[in-house]
């Protein structure tokens, strides 16, 4: 059974941090590129960053220099430390197993909320 599972969302005042964290099964951790993607009310599901096996990465242009994701293979866990929050970055942020340079994959956590705000 494919699951991830994520935590580490909460609210924080603007300029601060968190680290997101994304357990995935094995099954499909060792296979999979693995992403984040948010959404904020009304809008769409966007791509925040992505990283490959090989270990390279993608970032929204939005939030390029302030987020950092990367993955522990050994623990089946990919990660995304954000910096320099800001409201916008206001959302509920989604893991993803399988995404590639044409979209999201199909496995989903069930998201985590990340509130910015002072």
């Known amino acids: 059974q494919v699951q991830l599972v994520e935590s580490g969302g909460g609210l924080v005042q603007p300029g601060g941090s968190l680290r997101l964290s994304c357990a995935a099964s094995a099954n499909i951790f060792g296979l999979s590129a693995m992403g984040w993607y948010r959404q904020a009310p009304g809008k769409q599901r966007d791509l925040v960053a992505r990283i490959f096996n090989s270990g390279a990465t993608y970032y929204a242009d939005s939030v390029k220099g302030r987020f950092t994701i990367s993955r522990n293979n050994a623990k089946n866990t990919v990660y995304l430390q954000m910096n320099s929050l800001k409201p916008e970055d206001t959302a509920v942020y989604y893991c993803?197993?399988?995404?590639?340079?044409?979209?999201?994959?199909?496995?989903w956590g069930q998201g985590t909320q990340v509130t910015v705000s002072s």
């Open positions: 993803n197993a399988g995404v590639t340079v044409a979209g999201p994959g199909n496995y």
